[in-house]
């Protein structure tokens, strides 16, 4: 026994095919309404392209990891840290690349110590600072200059990891 009409059009929908012509009653329409509003494309990130992409480029082959590839709709490269995801037709601008609204810096406070000293570039007098350790025991006192922050904790009877996260 062949498939009904409404397997064939189910099919072709799963296919990305046009469905079979005109529905031929109430049934057939609505399913192919409903068909359609439930379509979703789903988005599979291939990763960092050479290929210099703008918004709207047709460009397709990319190269990736020295390879050519060629896009499908839903792909998504990131170039120059821009994401850009492909519609079959065109690569379209879908954002920018997260960056971390701040850094992580992590040290250890060695056992029989009382202080840390963290250095990294982006600690400023001004910084938002936090402070975390693996034991969630209070810092005494910091100190924040240009460049780094002291953390002064009461000794401690083993090593404790610190981490700090400015913003």
Do not use: H
């Amino acid at each position: 026994m062949g498939q009904s009409r409404n397997e064939n059009i189910l099919e072709n929908m799963l296919g990305a095919q046009n469905p079979l012509g005109e529905p031929q009653s109430r049934e057939e329409a609505l399913l192919m309404q409903l068909l359609e509003k439930l379509s979703v494309t789903v988005l599979k990130w291939l990763g960092v392209t050479t290929t210099e992409l703008e918004d709207g480029d047709t460009t397709n082959p990319i190269i990736i990891n020295g390879e050519e590839v060629t896009a499908v709709a839903g792909d998504v490269v990131t170039y120059s840290d821009t994401e850009f995801a492909f519609n079959g037709t065109a690569w379209q601008e879908f954002g920018g690349v997260y960056v971390a609204p701040w850094v992580d810096i992590t040290g250890t406070l060695e056992a029989g110590q009382t202080s840390i000293t963290l250095n990294n570039s982006t600690i400023t007098t001004t910084s938002t600072i936090e402070v975390f350790d693996e034991f969630d025991v209070p810092y005494v006192s910091k100190t924040v200059s240009t460049g780094s922050i002291t953390l002064t904790f009461d000794e401690q009877d083993a090593d404790m990891i610190v981490k700090v996260r400015i913003s």
